[in-house]
Nanobody
Framework: VQLQASGGGLVQAGGSLRLSCAAS????????VGWFRQAPGKEREFVAS?????SYADSVKGQFTISRDNAKNTVYLQMNSLKPEDTAVYYC???????????????????WGQGTLVTVSS
């Protein structure tokens, strides 16, 4: 599975962006697909994941929405009301057989995209 993350960019605080994670080589419709982010000088952190239903980090709940279009083999991350602290490189990842308790752990995912940079200016 190859994952291509896109949609990042520079946005002012309060703005919105939609990230896309396009998969190729294999369908990800039955896989867990997650978004992670890594800010400068910080460790990578879980943002959201989806299989049958979405799951969110507390820090983005109500602000970000993850969704999937199985026909396009693509997962989206709609990010609203962006804040400077949302600045990071955002990665999408996919994996099979990930149990619920492991969905927030990057090590559980087998496939990773290259990342897309989101910069939120104040």
């Amino acid at each position: 599975v190859q994952l291509q993350a896109s949609g990042g960019g520079l946005v002012q605080a309060g703005g919105s962006l939609r990230l896309s994670c396009a998969a190729s080589g294999q369908t990800v419709s039955r896989m867990v697909v997650g978004w992670f982010r890594q800010a400068p000088g910080k460790e990578r952190e879980f943002v959201a994941s989806i299989k049958s239903y979405p799951s969110y980090a507390d820090s983005v709940k109500g602000q970000f929405t993850i969704s999937r279009d199985n026909a396009k083999n693509t997962v989206y991350l709609q990010m609203n009301s962006l804040k400077p602290e949302d600045t990071a490189v955002y990665y999408c990842a996919a994996g099979s057989g990930i149990i619920l308790s492991a969905m927030r752990q990057g090590a559980a995912y087998s496939y990773w995209g290259q990342g897309t940079l989101v910069t939120v200016s104040s």
